[in-house]
């Protein structure tokens, strides 16, 4: 890399960048943002306690359920200390190795959100195509190991990101577009090749979230296809229904990542107000409308909640 031409990543620092246009506006603008984290973390934690505190949600459903709350979680806890940080006290700062783990740990999340979809997407499938094996089909061991093959997946996937931009030389004036680090961002500040990076990373997006979302189709394409074999229309409609809360998720998470994805080809010249406000949508909104659809549309989670407060109530 070479110290002539490079500053000492130790001291380097990254600067991020706020609301565009909105600057003055921070400090009301902090309100709703920190009312979304509130509502997401504390919604997806009380959606794990409840799984994990009753025997009833021991079902792959519920399970899968449970591991889509940690992965909002995780996303959610990610961004909150630069996004707060800058509406609060206007802190953009940030070292270099602080804002790769922050890219690292988001996009991880991400990834595991995406495979946490996906199984879930199956789990709905063999659910209504065999319902007399489901549980068989589908044990404790089998869904504790899709979910450690879904971490161990993101992380092996993410971590050459940062390892590479580790390595290259940073000469000029650090400034991101977001609130946070994102990767798209940070291959924009190297002030050498690239061009690894760049292919890498939409090596992984591609072995990712469009595999993902391709075997997402698959999966509704057989269950629509099972669900038409079913002879009354009452039970396609019940079979269809257990779907509604997963479908709604899925265009959640992934309506607004095309629609950034689409902003940056194809609106690159578009207000860095509406970019910023299409990356927030992407981040903040699933994790904020997931435990909310889930907690309206599952009765047995809305039990399992009222029966978390009544314990509390009853040890109080």
Known sequence: MGAENN?????LSVFLTGIPGLEVQHGWLSIPFFTMYIVA?????LIMAAVQADPALHEPMYLFLSMLAVTEVGVSVSTLPTVMGILWFDARQIDFDGCLAQMF??????????????????????????PLRYMAILPLPRIMCMGLGITLKSVILMAPLAILLRQLPYCHTNVLSHSYCLHSDLIQLPCADTKLNSVLGLAIVLATFGLDSLLIVVSY????????GIASGEGRWKALNTCVSH???VLIY????????????????ASPLVHTLMSSIYLFVPPVLNPVIYSVKTKPIRQGIATLFSCKRELL
């Open 221 to 228: 394409i057989l269950i629509l296809y099972t669900v038409l």
């Open 105 to 130: 740990f988001i996009h991880t999340f991400s990834c595991m959100e995406s495979g946490v979809l996906l199984a879930m997407s199956y789990d709905r499938y063999v659910a209504i195509y065999n």
């Open 247 to 249: 479908i709604c998720a």
């Open 41 to 45: 973390i504390v919604g997806n934690s």
């Open 7 to 11: 500053e000492s990543l130790d001291f």
């Open 254 to 269: 992934y309506v607004p990542m095309i629609g950034v994805s689409v902003m940056h080809r194809a609106a690159k010249h």
